[in-house]
């Protein structure tokens, strides 16, 4: 076990490592003890600085008090949640002591705090506009707001904190393979402002600035495969020390893509 890591939290992240990768990488930065462990490299944690998500793999686990059942995580949570792939709700997300969920059911962003439950995106009814979600997914918290993955609308809103209203940061013109484009959008990491996506059925991570009409493809884009400039449905990403980590779910393996590359290291 290396130092300020249980040798038994060691022993069940070997298992992640095996199982999902990607996991074991995110969560082992974290130190968390307790952990379920996903079918597939699906489900990530991801940290902000100052918050931390995570995200359901398939099948279900029932986050309750801090507790995992099942295929779940822990969290510190104050909250009971059902976790399911496809389901309700697909990601948490902590941050400043707050807890995020995203419903995908109610197509809604939920913050709880101090035991108090208020609709911070959505909640409008299933739609485009720009008070509206449909089938929200991940999630990401910073200061600025909350960055959701608005998966049927192929776009990634940013709700501002105590906005009534998202904005549209990358995608939103429809879906496709263009560059101004997403096709099932299933993750997002902001780092300084800077958007990451998983842009899933295009097999590619896409970077959007602060304003931009389009995105720039940093990792994959060179469509469905196992070479080392390929990604086979990508699942999610997160930057760590300036490089992507991205766990290439039909490949079963987490690639490294280092900034201007045009391939990734297993």
Request: glycine content about 16%; aromatic content about 8%; charged content about 20%.
């Amino acid at each position: 076990a290396s130092p300020g890591f249980p040798r038994r939290a060691m022993r069940r992240s070997r298992l992640l490592f095996l199982v999902a990768p990607f996991t074991f990488l995110a969560v082992r930065q974290h130190s968390l003890t307790r952990l379920g462990c996903p079918s597939i490299p699906f489900a990530v944690m991801q940290n902000s600085g100052q918050g931390r998500g995570y995200g359901s793999g398939k099948g279900k686990g029932k986050v309750r008090g801090g507790q995992s059942k099942g295929r779940g995580h822990q969290a510190d949570l104050s909250d009971r949640f059902t976790v399911m792939a496809g389901g309700q709700p697909p990601s948490v997300f902590q941050h400043a002591g707050a807890v995020y969920v995203s419903d995908s059911v109610a197509d809604c962003v939920v913050r709880i705090k101090d035991g108090v439950r208020d609709i911070v995106a959505g909640g409008n009814g299933k739609g485009r506009r720009s008070n509206q979600l449909n089938r929200p997914w991940r999630l990401f918290v910073d200061d600025l707001g909350v960055y959701v993955i608005d998966r049927n609308n192929d776009r990634v809103q940013l709700w501002r904190h105590g906005s009534k209203d998202g904005e549209t940061v990358a995608g939103g013109h429809g879906t496709g393979h263009g560059l101004h484009q997403l096709d099932q959008p299933v993750s997002v990491f902001v780092d300084k402002g800077i958007v990451f996506v998983v842009d899933r059925a295009n097999h590619r991570v896409m970077q959007w600035s602060p304003g931009a009409s389009e995105g720039i493809t940093v990792a994959g884009g060179e469509g469905f495969g196992s070479g080392a400039h390929q990604f086979a449905c990508p699942a999610s990403v997160v930057l760590y020390r300036g490089r992507l980590l991205v766990s290439d779910e039909g490949n079963n393996r987490v690639h490294m893509w280092s900034p201007g590359a045009t391939s990734g290291v297993t």
